[in-house]
């Protein structure tokens, strides 16, 4: 099946040049890219590109779908009060319904500003699971797990988490996949971490943690564990290049080193953390001096409140030169490239996705070059990082797909996911 | 001439009791608001407000529109560099034309997302001025004054801001106003100031300057003056209750006693503050404890770059709540009373705008419930500030006149203006 891009205005490739081509063609067979030049012809579908912007679709590295159900309903309050008082009375009212319906709302406004590829950890995995499967949109699902030092909770877990696997079968289109979830350091026994890490190599997955979010549990971990988080996670032999360490806002030197000799992956939450006040900025240049692969994620719905990544792209821009009083740090280039092919290095799908180029997958979206947001175009990437919304996006492409196109939804009645969301949320 | 916003699903009154009230009618008369009540009729036009969320129109205390000419012409630079590389070499290619185009093009990205007031500063103000009278935003123009201590440009720069002044006739519907703007402490002299104090009481205007915006304008004023800026300000007999003082970021106990016995007032500008890394964040709480009026600003877009204040609102919390390591400062409530009753008070039209209140002009933006940041619906004030973009807004009103509904311009040609300002942008 082949799809035409036609007479693209621009195309922000994001390959290692970082080239920005004009007027030109991309050709999409079997969802790869198979050719990018000139005066290309399909007997497919062609989408007229004039005055638009290609670009590598978004990709969101830390995210819990569902949540979007909890949009609102807790804000500006500490996040023990926060979880206490808001979000674990709601959760206990989830059922695999209104999990479904949470997932779809999220990948709806996922769609329509422009992620193509999410990273989720959450509960009623199946549920997520059986909604994403559906839209046509890439990811990886989690089911997030919690023993609080629990041995009949870690077996329990442990063993959702098995039955969880059981459904992704070989023959699926790959575009959603198996990770596994165990919560944190500090909500997961030592046992539990260490029968995860047994499974995610016996199994060949990778890992999706949170680490090292806010102060509170540096301060928890050297008091409990004599060491802070991740050099603990480095002493029971859990670290390594399958790894994706969500928030890693207060990383020691020595810490920084430890990721980067294991080849683990960090996931950046800049507005989940300022939102929460996690207590200072995650160290990002020196991360990408040390070259670790580093993408950007929106946290939930109820931590944020948006899954848009533009506004994540400007939020971080921003975070970085006022916490590092420089201007010139998190450049817009920068800042793109966490959140495209940065992302895709973090998920090991760098071979895949978060560019645009020949042989790659064709997770695409094209913005409105006569949106205001992207009038002057004195420099699209500026444009994009400093005062695009998801709101530019046209169209979004997913394995050579269409999802949306001209904003409208082609995989996923809205209203209805509305309804039922609204609906939940009256309930709580 | 009458209009009837019937059935309205919620009202963000920003009354004084922040009253949110639902299922309601809000009928205008004569640009003003007469009656909100149920079962309202009318013999003008109505609009079907089922689903959508009735609020003020957010108000921009700090603006330089014709600057949407370089919005993404430079970025990621110090101050210094930005000005001088890029900035200056292309403002000296701006005629009255570019400058309409510029402004208009700004103006349009306001009505779009939902801002009905602005408060400009910039140059050839007659073109800001004559392109502005078309649209029907309401707002301020100041002509921006700067002298460098050349006495004969501090007689020419007084005289252009007399002249400009002559542009206001009694018989005008007072949508736009004039006020004074002398750009900074450290860009105009002593003397500069001083006249343009007499020339504010004389004709009794407000005058809009910008002042400790950065770290190393405040070293300076030290080293060259003996004394901070604001102390400076004071000590001339600058400062009173008609001065609108921009950025603020930098202020000692002193100062802030120093405003708030002056009963000055603020204009916030996070994101630009932020984005130019100008060393530390504005002491927003302790400037609401001392009841100083305090608005939300842009600052132009080649500083921001979007003049989106619902963007706008969510960096404001997110920078205080950072900045302070406290996840419940600067509330929702608190940053959007700053952008709309708190904006009103800042440019002295609290008695007109701001709110909606019976009595009062009818500045009112309509938002679309059923957009994908509004849902769910648990507190919209959270959806506005954490959730929103101005993408969200689908009708802005402006003394009782529709600018824009269902997302479409009532008053402006944005493709000719999109057409002009592009062509302007491809020259420099």
Redesign the interface.
């Known amino acids: 099946m082949e799809l035409l891009l036609k007479d693209c205005t621009q195309v922000l490739t994001q390959d290692n040049k970082r080239n920005i081509l004009k007027d030109i063609d991309i050709l999409i067979k079997d969802g790869i890219i198979t050719v990018i030049g000139k005066n290309l012809s399909t007997t497919g579908k062609m989408i007229d590109c004039k005055d638009k912007l290609a670009m590598p679709g978004l990709i969101n590295t830390h995210n819990h779908l569902a949540m979007s ?5 807790g ?5 023990d009060r ?1 979880l206490q008082e808001k979000i674990w009375p709601a959760e206990a009212k989830l059922d695999n319904d209104s999990v479904k319906y949470g997932a779809l ?1 999220a990948i ?2 996922m769609i ?1 500003t422009g992620t193509t590829c999410f990273n989720d950890m959450y509960l009623s995995s199946e549920a997520v699971l059986k909604a994403t499967k559906s839209t046509g949109i890439r990811g990886f699902i989690a089911y997030g797990m919690i023993d609080l030092d629990n041995p009949e909770k870690t077996e329990s877990e442990l063993k959702a988490a098995n039955s969880f696997l059981k459904n992704f079968t070989p023959e699926e289109n790959g575009l959603i996949l198996p990770i596994l979830g165990p919560h944190s350091p500090y909500t997961c026994s030592r046992d539990l971490l260490e029968k995860t890490k047994l499974l995610a190599k016996e199994k060949n997955l990778p890992i999706h943690i949170h680490v090292s979010e806010t102060k509170k549990e540096i301060e928890d971990s050297i008091k409990d564990k004599g060491m802070r988080p991740i050099e603990y996670l480095n002493s029971i032999g859990f670290l390594d290049k399958n790894i994706i360490l969500a928030h890693a806002c207060h990383l020691s030197e020595d810490e920084i080193a430890l990721i980067k000799h294991a080849g683990a992956r960090i996931s950046h939450n800049p ?1 989940s ?5 996690t ?1 200072g ?1 995650m160290p990002l240049q020196k991360l990408l001096n040390a070259k670790i692969p580093t993408g950007l994620g929106t946290d939930g ?1 109820a931590s ?3 899954l ?1 990544l533009f ?1 994540e792209m ?2 971080c ?3 970085h ?8 740090t998190a ?2 280039q920068t800042v793109l490239d966490i959140a495209t092919i940065g992302g895709a290095k973090v998920l090991g799908l760098e071979d895949k996705i978060g560019s645009i180029e020949v042989g790659k997958r064709a997770d695409i979206i094209l913005l409105d070059l ?1 949106d ?2 992207m ?6 990437v ?2 994009i990082i ?2 695009a ?3 530019c996006v046209d169209t979004t492409i997913v394995n050579g797909k269409i999802l949306m196109e001209n904003r409208t939804l082609k995989t996923i009645d809205e209203k209805k996911v ?1 309804e039922n ?2 609906e ?2 009256s309930k709580i």
């Open positions: 159900l909890f949009k609102g309903y804000d500006d309050m500490p996040l926060w709302f709806i406004e329509k507005t953390n300022m939102k929460l006040a207590g900025a719905s944020n409140n948006s848009d506004g400007k939020v821009a921003l975070l030169k006022f916490a590092n009083n420089d201007p010139e450049s817009a006569n205001t947001t009038v002057p175009n004195h420099n699209p500026s444009n400093y005062s919304t998801g709101a509305i969301v609204n939940f949320a």
